[in-house]
């Protein structure tokens, strides 16, 4: 997987910018929960006061205030206000929604630094909450005891109706300081939250006093934090599509990066390669492999790099929120990722076991379908219907169980999550009580909660989903980091002109990749143009593995192959391949038409061309029998033509070359032996010039052959005609007599 | 809410090489790309729901405790956040109570109490739910095992004729892919069809108890979000069907170029193919990421719903709050609800689609299953006894399709003990000659005889007790060397079973493979060679010791030693047996007492190898072709 990031280099940026879109996603879905707190908690509880510093203050209100506040403090509250009496500029607008200006003059707020007020805010709270505690002691003495005990201060003794702001002003500086340091301590005792949550009431009181409504300040400030919510929901909804846009045309591009890639990769292998790796799993690497990976790429960047930016989010914002409740957190996450640990080490053997068993049902099933005839012909239906059962109940038990225990995942997964709600509601309610935290921060912390837990979910999937991807990966990687084995020579030559095509065999040796033994050891012949040089002997002789040593698609182990005198692999695979009219063994035809295919040996060949090819490979008939005649189409690896046809198709394709040397490996095969002979008979006319080598293990068709090469395990037994054989070559001999009778061959 | 794994049938695929062939591929998608893929459609959506139904009858009393459970367990679930709300409420009222020094604080005992009821009614709604879940997957484990074992054993009743024109993996595909959606079906969608309904009725109806103003401004998005998603999936199906076509035509190209590499290289093909593939990937780059986009816009978009209802039940009820109108245990509950609402919509919406795809797989389920079975044995068939194995072919006219017959009226003999050569061009049709002796079908008109009697008057199982069969189709199935010889009579000894391995010279080869007769032949028998799979084949004829033998000689990737063992094996094998042989030796041919002559699926010419030369006709071109005239100087 790791050896394909390099693949992702063109994409860098728009991964980039996703991550980046990513934050901007979570910090606004994360928002949200805190919206809702402010408005439960500023908006409801403290009737849309935000903060302690009031927007308008009486002037004696601020006179009082000024009594608690170190001089420092004075200068920076009263440069954040402006006076307004009677006679200011801006008095009658004030007067709008400030009636009680009227009666005295008002302090109102002017900064709208944000720092600023915030960093006011403290000091406000503490001081209002003095003046409130002061007024109350003048509105009921019996509080005074309670007052002075807490400050130190004995106000018992002050006369009863006197005005203990007065008095308070007239104090010495430092002894006022004091006193103001003795609340601040309580206060301080208090919690800051408590400080606040009481300072709002001051200040609804103040406004109140003032005359200002304060239903619509409620309702102006939940409609104002509404409006911003709706701002961020944009925010995050407009974020999530350029993110769903960006990987998707990343996943899509980088798949289309690696598809082309492999593709090109794989065209260039040789058949070495392909034997390592096998067709079919080639090709499950260029198709399926690529999708997988550009499914994982989409998961990846919109759920997988998404999910600990959400929990880390998340777990910021909880803590911030109340930072001793953080232990309920990793208790939910901790219940849940070992449920998920049992899960999957429970069920993941039984996954893999019900492969098998998918595989074994396939495989009865398969078996009973391929073999209908010989098991209705020995009577082996119910054995087989036995087998099927085997294997059926293997697999209904073993998926019953997975399914069983998945069931149980989902409800326990809820009853985790719905246990740390009421766990948060409990401990919430304490840590409210005691004032530590407000009841919306606690809602706030209960959805924070379930963010965190689901995005360690998205993580733990993660680890699920990326094993699989990698496997794919790591089998694209290989195929990409595979060098084919046979490469053009780094300065080709040429062929001389005019080319003959003599084909010679010196001292060759072939040994499969990997394996023990050689397959040919030590051959040689010359297969000379305007005549036929036919290969016979049994199964693994070896003959085909000579012929197809000849247009490289494997390279000799010792020795060397020279046409025309010049070693193989000192010119290039085109030029070679150029050169040569090849008939596989397995005749294969492309999707297109008839004419297509005979096009494919050169494009440029005239309509006569195709039809004198078609002609000698007995053909012609096939193609006139088809209403379409060369336009007749053909199906995918020609599955609508039948296997005698193909082959014949794909021997006029060859001729259509007019190749100087034509190798046919075991291309009759599929034929009947009066196709045969008569291909044979016009092959002979048609290519008088080219050097011909038949493989083959009919006898009859190597008769006439002026050059037969015996072949047994890998080793030529024998040269000659078909008559100098009979009588010199006993494996000739065997082969021939198997198929022939006595007077036959004679 | 995707979970891995969470369809345990369809995890197959992916990363497993699977190249071609059916099995288990991707199935039916889950996750919200799934709602964008437009399934096939029944086309009887309501008969095959009725006939699936009646399928699912015997369980009824299951079904009706899952839907109860179901239910239960999803009222339980619903009824959480309100109640919990309560405790909220309660715990807000203590702290308003707290600051503005009115009230006693915070009931802890009433707090309390509700965690504790909440405690219980989750536990109890995890159980219902678990117990749901097993019961619905014990039904759905048997209904899909039923479905399999029906089709398997549906397939041996049959006849062969329905396979020539049936893909295998059709069939295949009928017991992985259809059963296993119909089981997926059951398994997750039917729960899920009970608890999404419950789900919204009970979500609305608990919002509507909280306040109705609420409920209509957080549904109010909801016809307009339905309109939007219309619209998406319209549009990126567009892009969907074109990103499956190029794939379709990229694999297409891959297979073609992969399978026929030789070829390719041979006529210097690369650059052509690259260029092909190039223009086939540029377009399925621009489908894919445009439906890829289009289908993910589905999760931002509900997200984006999901997000307008909570503002606006923050904002509304924030509001109403301050009004005392509602409490706010109320909002927090609220949240919850308008959270949990779009899920159980968006399955819903998707329940159409899902049942359709259940319905088209099974209706194709239903369909193979009621497709025409072999004519039944004829009531009170007789028992053969003593067969001498005299067979009479008398007037047969035979067609794959009855209105074209390939044999036309064949009349011949073959007397007990004789040899009968069946020769022709490939593709003749000589084995329908097999075909009809072992009744893998039947004659449209005149009659074969086994010692007198029409074979159609024996039960099959009897007529082909009379016959064994060597085919150049050597099956054999994935058992031990010993299960597969033993597969000509079931009830051999063991030393029977050696003696006809030694007949059939298979005894030796067997010594030298590892674990010997215990071997077990791997998927594709490619364990053992061709030949030897030859010799397999003939030692379970042998040990079924048949009256009358059908042998293949075609061993084209025999290697001679091996060619010359099954000839001696074979000829052993026919000694006194009336034997039918689709021959290619000429040795055979010429010492057949019966040829018949095929061509073109007709009995052209019936004798003997003389006198079929002298006739002049087909049989002695063929025969002479064979040889040309400068070889046979030679």
New interface residues.
């Given amino acids: 997987m790791i050896r394909l990031v390099r693949y992702l280099k063109p994409y860098l940026s728009m991964i980039l910018l996703t991550i980046v879109l990513l934050f901007v996603q979570a910090n606004a879905d994360l928002a949200l929960p805190d919206y809702l707190s402010r408005i439960v908690n500023n908006g409801i509880q403290q009737g849309g006061v935000e903060n302690a510093v009031p927007t308008v203050i009486r002037a004696s209100t601020m006179d009082h205030l000024q009594l608690f506040l170190t001089p420092d403090e004075q200068s920076r509250v009263m440069a954040a206000y402006t006076l307004v009496d009677a006679g200011a500029a801006n008095y009658a607008e004030t007067l709008k929604t400030v009636p009680g200006v009227a009666n005295e003059p008002v302090y109102v707020l002017t900064t709208t630094n944000t720092d600023e007020i915030a960093a006011l805010d403290p000091v406000m709270a503490r001081a209002l909450l003095a003046v409130s505690g002061v007024e109350q002691v003048m509105a009921d003495p019996t509080k005074a005891a309670q007052m002075g005990a807490a400050t130190g201060f004995d106000l018992s003794r002050l006369p009863a109706g006197a005005d203990l702001f007065t008095l308070l002003g007239n104090l010495p500086p430092a002894q006022r300081e004091q006193i103001s340091a003795q609340l601040q301590g309580q206060f301080a005792a208090l919690g800051e939250s408590a400080v606040q949550q009481a300072a709002t009431q001051a200040v609804k009181a103040e406004y109140t006093t003032l005359g200002m409504n304060a239903a619509s300040l409620q309702t102006n400030y939940i409609l104002s934090t509404g409006l911003l919510m709706l701002l961020v929901t944009l925010v995050s909804v407009v974020s999530s599509i350029a993110v769903g846009y960006l990987s998707a045309r990343t996943a899509a591009g980088l798949s289309r990066d690696l598809r082309r890639a492999v593709f090109q990769k794989v065209e260039g292998f040789s058949s070495t390669e392909f034997d390592r790796f096998s067709t079919a799993s080639l090709i499950t690497r260029t198709t399926n492999d690529i999708t997988q990976v550009q499914m994982v790429v989409i998961m990846m960047m919109r759920m997988v790099f998404y999910a600990p930016i959400m929990g880390v989010g998340g777990i910021i914002r909880a803590i911030d929120k109340d930072s001793s409740m953080w232990w309920i957190i990793a208790v939910g996450v901790a219940a849940l990722l070992s449920l998920i640990v049992v899960v999957f080490s429970v069920t993941l053997p039984k996954f893999k076991a019900m492969q098998n068993l998918i595989d074994r049902l396939n495989l009865v099933l398969r078996e009973n379908l391929s073999g209908m005839m010989v098991i209705r012909a020995f009577n082996m239906q119910p054995f087989e219907e036995q087998r099927f059962d085997k294997a059926n109940q293997d697999l209904t038990g073993t998926t019953l169980f997975i399914n069983r225990v998945m069931v149980a995942m989902f409800p326990t997964m809820m009853l985790i999550m719905n246990g740390l709600s009421l766990l948060i509601i409990w401990i919430g309610s304490q840590q409210v009580a005691a004032a530590q935290m407000q009841v919306g921060d606690m809602m706030a912390f209960m959805q924070y909660a379930m963010q965190i837990v689901f995005s360690f979910l998205m993580m733990s999937f993660m680890f699920i989903l990326l094993p699989r991807a990698s496997v794919s990966g790591g089998r694209i990687a290989e195929v990409l980091g595979t060098e084919p084995t046979i490469r053009d020579a780094e300065t080709p030559r040429n062929f001389p002109e005019p080319f003959k095509g003599t084909v010679e065999f010196r001292n060759v040796s072939f040994r499969y990749p990997g394996a023990d033994e050689d397959v040919l050891c030590n051959i040689n012949f010359t297969a000379q143009p305007g005549q036929t040089t036919a290969f016979i002997g049994s199964t693994g002789s070896g003959k085909s593995t000579i012929v197809n040593l000849i247009p490289r698609f494997y390279d000799v182990t010792g020795g060397q192959i020279l046409i025309d005198g010049v070693d193989i692999r000192q010119v290039t695979q085109h030029e070679l391949r150029d050169k040569i009219g090849y008939i596989p063994q397995k005749s294969t035809l492309f999707s297109g038409t008839i004419e297509s295919n005979l096009r494919y040996a050169d494009d440029d060949a005239t309509k006569e061309a195709l039809l004198a090819a078609a002609g000698t490979a007995q053909v012609t008939e096939f193609i006139d029998s088809n209403a379409d005649g060369l336009a007749t189409e053909i199906a995918q690896g020609g599955a609508n033509v039948s296997g005698g046809q193909k082959q014949r198709l794909s021997i006029a394709r060859a001729l259509v070359k007019q190749a100087p040397i034509y190798i046919f490996d075991d291309s009759f095969s599929a034929l009947d032996f009066k196709t045969d002979a008569a291909l044979r008979h016009a092959l002979k006319e048609n290519t008088a010039e080219s050097a011909v080598l038949i493989v083959t293990q009919r006898v009859s068709t190597v008769m006439n052959a002026e050059q037969i090469v015996v072949l047994d395990e890998g080793q030529v037994v024998g040269i000659g005609t078909h008559s100098e054989l009979m009588k010199t070559c006993e494996p000739y001999r065997e082969i021939a007599l198997s198929q022939l009778s006595m007077e036959e061959l004679s | 809410m995707?979970?891995?794994?969470?369809n345990?049938?369809r995890?197959?695929?992916?990363?497993?090489?699977?190249?071609?062939g059916?099995?288990?591929g991707p199935g039916r998608h889950g996750g919200p790309m799934g709602m964008m893929i437009k399934g096939d459609k029944a086309r009887d959506f309501r008969g095959t729901m009725q006939k699936l139904l009646q399928a699912l009858k015997p369980y009824q009393w299951s079904f009706a405790v899952v839907f109860l459970f179901a239910a239960v367990?999803t009222v339980f679930?619903i009824l959480?956040p309100k109640i919990?709300g309560k405790?909220?409420t309660k715990?807000?009222e203590?702290?308003?109570g707290?600051?503005?020094g009115t009230g006693e604080?915070?009931d802890?005992t009433y707090?309390?109490n509700i965690?504790i009821t909440?405690?219980i009614l989750?536990?109890l709604?995890?159980l219902f739910?678990?117990v749901q879940?097993?019961i619905?997957?014990?039904v759905?484990?048997?209904v899909?095992?039923r479905f399999?074992?029906d089709i398997?054993?549906k397939?041996?009743r049959m006849p062969?004729g329905y396979?020539d024109g049936t893909n295998?993996g059709e069939?295949?595909s009928r017991?992985?892919n259809d059963v296993d959606t119909v089981s997926q079906t059951l398994?997750q969608s039917l729960s899920q069809i009970i608890t999404s309904g419950v789900t919204v009725v009970g979500v609305l109806v608990m919002m509507l108890t909280i306040s109705w103003q609420m409920t209509l401004a957080s549904l109010l998005v909801i016809p307009f979000s339905l309109v939007f998603i219309r619209q998406i999936v319209n549009r990126s199906q567009k892009y969907f069907s074109e990103q499956q076509e190029y794939?379709g035509h990229?694999?297409?190209h891959?297979?073609?170029?992969?399978?026929?590499?030789?070829?390719?290289?041979?006529?210097?093909?690369?650059e052509k193919?690259?260029v092909k593939?190039?223009g086939f990937?540029?377009t399925?780059?621009?489908s894919?990421?445009?439906s890829?986009?289009l289908s993910?816009?589905m999760?931002?978009?509900m997200?984006?719903i999901s997000?307008?209802g909570?503002?606006a039940v923050?904002?509304l009820?924030?509001?109403l709050?301050?009004r005392s109108l509602i409490t706010?245990g109320d909002?927090?509950a609220f949240?919850q609800y308008v959270r949990n609402f779009t899920q159980p919509i968006a399955q819903l919406a998707n329940i159409s689609n899902t049942l359709q795809q259940t319905a088209a797989a099974a209706e194709r389920v239903f369909g193979f299953l009621n497709e025409a079975e072999e004519v039944p044995d004829p009531a009170g068939a007789l028992e053969l006894s003593d067969v001498r194995g005299q067979v009479d072919f008398e007037a047969v006219r035979f067609g794959y399709n009855p209105e074209k017959a390939v044999i036309h009226n064949f009349t011949a003999r073959a007397n007990s003990g004789q040899r009968v050569a069946i020769v022709g061009?490939?593709?003749a049709g000589k084995t329908t000659i097999v075909?009809l002796l072992?009744r893998?079908y039947d004659v449209d008109s005149g009659a074969i005889r086994v010692d007198g009697r029409d074979i159609r008057s024996l039960t099959?199982?009897d007529l082909?007790?009379l016959?064994?069969?060597v085919?150049q189709?050597t099956?054999l199935?994935?058992g031990t060397i010993m299960e597969n010889i033993r597969?000509?009579r079931?009830d051999a000894t063991d030393a029977e079973v050696y003696a006809a391995a030694k007949a059939a010279h298979v005894d030796h080869f067997v010594h030298t493979l590892p674990d010997g007769y215990n071997m077990v032949l791997n998927?594709e028998a490619s364990n053992v060679?061709?030949g030897q799979k030859q010799l397999l084949t003939i030692a379970?004829a042998v040990l079924?010791d048949p009256r009358i033998l059908i042998l293949d000689e075609a061993t084209?990737?025999?290697?001679?030693?091996t060619?010359?063992l099954i000839?001696r094996a074979m000829n052993e094998l026919m000694k006194g047996r009336t034997s039918f042989i689709i021959a290619h030796?000429?040795?055979t041919i010429?010492d057949a007492d019966l040829i018949l002559v095929m061509r073109d699926g007709d009995i052209v010419e019936q004798g003997d190898h003389k006198s079929l030369l002298q006739a002049g006709g087909f049989y002695a071109?063929?025969y002479n072709?064979?040889?040309?005239p400068?070889?046979a100087a030679?």
């Fill in positions: 995707m979970m891995p794994g969470g345990p049938n995890s197959g695929g992916g990363s497993r090489e699977q190249a071609g059916p099995g288990f367990s679930n959480g919990l405790a909220t715990l807000f203590g702290v308003m707290q600051i503005s604080g915070i802890f707090i309390g965690l909440m405690t989750y536990l709604a995890t739910s678990y879940g097993w619905m997957s014990g759905s484990a048997k899909t095992y399999r074992r398997a054993e397939i041996n062969l396979f295998h069939v295949l017991v992985t398994n794939l990229i694999n297409g891959v297979e073609e170029m992969y399978g026929g590499h030789l070829v390719m290289k041979a006529f210097n093909g690369e193919s690259v593939f190039d990937n540029t399925l780059y621009s894919a990421w445009k890829q986009f993910g816009l999760m931002p978009v997200s984006f997000n307008l909570y503002v923050a904002v009820g924030g509001w709050a301050t706010v909002i927090q949240i061009p490939t593709g075909k072992m893998f099959r199982r082909r007790k016959f064994g069969m085919l189709d099956w199935y994935n597969y000509g079931p998927e060679s061709q379970r079924a084209s990737s025999v290697d001679t030693r060619e010359v000839q030796r000429l040795s010429r071109e063929l072709s064979q040889f040309e400068e070889a030679a």
